[in-house]
């Protein structure tokens, strides 16, 4: 991040101690699986902002429950970095052993008499429902239906801890518009430095969408009085909605000058070792709406899947006083993409490429739903779709558009009619 900022030298020994602390860190996990312990990627949540921007605490107390994470690094909102000076560099990476980790390393090491030994590791294990042990592992993490169980997500308020990601993101890319180079530096720094930032803004946005339509997974044993599955209260999930409507989804969630667009060159001798070395090598050009619209087009993808709709209809029955709706999924993701229809004026080339790809999975998902589908999200679909054709009908005939744009909603138009007259085919069937 310093250094992307343009405020680190890269042979500093600044650098040699961020070095040695990942080192620290990457060993204690690395050793932790030689004693036996899995990945835990709900450690991540158990301590709050104040307190990971803390040096004493962290010092103390490490950035997650243990060091079986996969961790975020523990990086200061922009602005504070200023603020706080060195303190705010002070533990990036954690520093200590969480503790779910002594407490998982006395269940598994601790002497004890034989007599003794049932008692004692039923009662090690009783404490599991304690805040700070917080567990969930490989399969809860990938198979993509626990919002707790994630890797590089960081604190207790996780949406929080994403808009900062975002901001910081949009920090980096904006400080690269006016970075000036050092004798000898290559061009290909600001093409790392906003492909670092990319890539955030997409570890952020897979953070927000596994809220929505997540259900919290628990192992606990009965009589910790905790359900082992919960669906995410609606309003936390209305609130991941809001800022991937705001930060990715919408028309001004992310700008590159033209001026940058063209200094943002591949490192060349790179390239030729990799060329020689059998590596793969990416373009020599730096398509900005690619990259862009990969990270929308995976959004739409996550949150217009048939997983996603079936769990917030199984949500309505599980919670039924405290359900986020699929109803209010579709206008949501509807008034975020298709802005511009309530604004007026041409649509840029990248907003039509997006609202291109709502149409076609919004046609898709009427004509051809899958085997698994469920019939009751048929309907919100349909209905969804009825109210978009309508905006777009009254939209193509304003004044002010270019001819793109005119184009562009008439092709929409009639894809979403062909689609809401033809016959569907399910799957399987």
């Given at each position: 991040?310093?250094?992307?900022?343009?405020?680190?030298?890269?042979?500093?020994?600044?650098?040699?101690?961020f070095?040695q602390?990942?080192?620290?860190d990457?060993t204690?996990?690395?050793v932790?699986?030689?004693?036996?312990?899995?990945h835990?990627?709900?450690?991540?949540?158990?301590?709050?902002?104040a307190?990971?921007?803390?040096?004493?605490?962290?010092a103390?107390?490490?950035?997650?429950?243990?060091?079986?994470?996969?961790?975020?690094?523990n990086?200061?909102a922009?602005?504070?970095?200023?603020?706080?000076?060195?303190?705010?560099?002070?533990?990036?990476?954690?520093?200590?052993?969480?503790?779910?980790?002594?407490?998982?390393?006395?269940?598994?090491?601790?002497?004890?008499?034989?007599?003794?030994?049932?008692?004692?590791?039923?009662?090690?294990?009783g404490?599991?429902?304690?805040?700070q042990?917080?567990?969930?592992?490989?399969?809860?993490?990938?198979?993509?239906i626990d919002?707790e169980?994630?890797?590089?997500?960081l604190?207790s308020?996780?949406?929080?801890?994403?808009?900062?990601r975002?901001?910081?993101?949009r920090?980096?890319?904006?400080?690269?518009?006016?970075r000036?180079?050092r004798?000898?530096?290559?061009?290909?720094?600001?093409?790392?430095?906003?492909?670092?930032?990319?890539?955030?803004?997409?570890r952020?946005?897979?953070?927000?969408?596994?809220?929505?339509?997540?259900?919290?997974t628990?192992?606990?044993?009965?009589?910790?009085?905790?359900?082992?599955?919960?669906?995410?209260?609606?309003?936390q999930q209305?609130?991941?909605?809001?800022?991937?409507?705001?930060?990715?989804?919408?028309?001004?969630?992310?700008?590159?000058?033209?001026?940058?667009?063209?200094?943002l060159?591949?490192d060349?001798?790179?390239?030729?070792?990799?060329?020689?070395?059998?590596?793969?090598v990416?373009?020599?050009?730096f398509?900005?709406?690619?990259?862009v619209?990969?990270?929308k087009r995976g959004?739409?993808?996550?949150?217009?899947?048939?997983a996603?709709?079936?769990?917030?209809l199984?949500?309505?029955?599980?919670?039924?006083?405290?359900a986020?709706?699929?109803?209010?999924?579709l206008?949501?993701?509807?008034?975020?993409?298709?802005s511009?229809l309530?604004?007026?004026?041409?649509?840029?080339?990248?907003?039509?490429e997006?609202?291109?790809?709502?149409?076609?999975?919004?046609?898709?998902?009427?004509?051809?739903?899958?085997?698994?589908?469920?019939?009751?999200?048929?309907?919100?679909?349909?209905s969804?779709?009825?109210?978009?054709l309508?905006?777009?009908d009254?939209?193509?005939?304003r004044?002010g558009?270019?001819?793109?744009?005119?184009?562009?909603?008439a092709d929409?138009?009639?894809?979403?009619?062909?689609a809401l007259?033809?016959?569907?085919?399910?799957?399987g069937?």
């Amino acid at each position: 991040m310093l250094e992307s900022w343009g405020e680190l030298d890269p042979d500093s020994p600044e650098v040699e101690r961020f070095v040695q602390a990942y080192v620290k860190d990457v060993t204690m996990h690395e050793v932790g699986h030689t004693l036996g312990l899995r990945h835990n990627f709900r450690a991540s949540r158990i301590w709050n902002e104040a307190q990971l921007a803390d040096p004493e605490f962290v010092a103390k107390n490490g950035l997650t429950g243990s060091v079986m994470e996969y961790t975020a690094i523990n990086l200061p909102a922009p602005g504070l970095a200023a603020q706080r000076g060195e303190r705010a560099w002070a533990h990036v990476f954690t520093p200590t052993l969480g503790p779910y980790d002594y407490w998982a390393i006395e269940y598994g090491y601790r002497p004890l008499p034989p007599e003794r030994e049932r008692e004692e590791l039923a009662r090690i294990a009783g404490r599991s429902a304690e805040p700070q042990l917080a567990f969930g592992t490989d399969e809860d993490q990938f198979l993509g239906i626990d919002p707790e169980s994630l890797h590089f997500d960081l604190g207790s308020d996780v949406i929080a801890f994403a808009r900062k990601r975002l901001d910081l993101a949009r920090d980096v890319i904006a400080r690269q518009e006016t970075r000036e180079l050092r004798p000898g530096q290559h061009h290909a720094v600001l093409r790392r430095a906003v492909g670092f930032a990319l890539r955030d803004m997409s570890r952020s946005a897979s953070i927000l969408t596994r809220q929505i339509g997540g259900v919290r997974t628990l192992r606990d044993f009965p009589g910790t009085g905790r359900d082992p599955l919960t669906p995410v209260p609606a309003a936390q999930q209305r609130e991941a909605l809001a800022l991937l409507a705001s930060g990715i989804l919408s028309a001004d969630s992310l700008r590159i000058s033209p001026q940058l667009q063209r200094r943002l060159v591949v490192d060349f001798s790179d390239r030729g070792d990799a060329v020689f070395s059998g590596e793969s090598v990416g373009n020599t050009d730096f398509s900005l709406t690619a990259q862009v619209l990969d990270l929308k087009r995976g959004v739409l993808g996550a949150l217009m899947s048939d997983a996603v709709a079936a769990r917030l209809l199984d949500s309505e029955t599980k919670s039924p006083a405290d359900a986020f709706r699929f109803t209010e999924l579709l206008d949501g993701l509807q008034r975020a993409v298709w802005s511009e229809l309530g604004t007026g004026g041409s649509i840029p080339a990248l907003r039509r490429e997006l609202q291109r790809e709502h149409v076609n999975r919004l046609a898709m998902l009427l004509i051809r739903p899958n085997a698994l589908s469920r019939a009751d999200a048929r309907s919100p679909l349909r209905s969804e779709a009825v109210a978009l054709l309508a905006k777009l009908d009254a939209a193509s005939r304003r004044g002010g558009l270019d001819a793109k744009s005119r184009a562009h909603l008439a092709d929409s138009a009639d894809t979403l009619r062909q689609a809401l007259g033809a016959r569907f085919q399910r799957a399987g069937t």
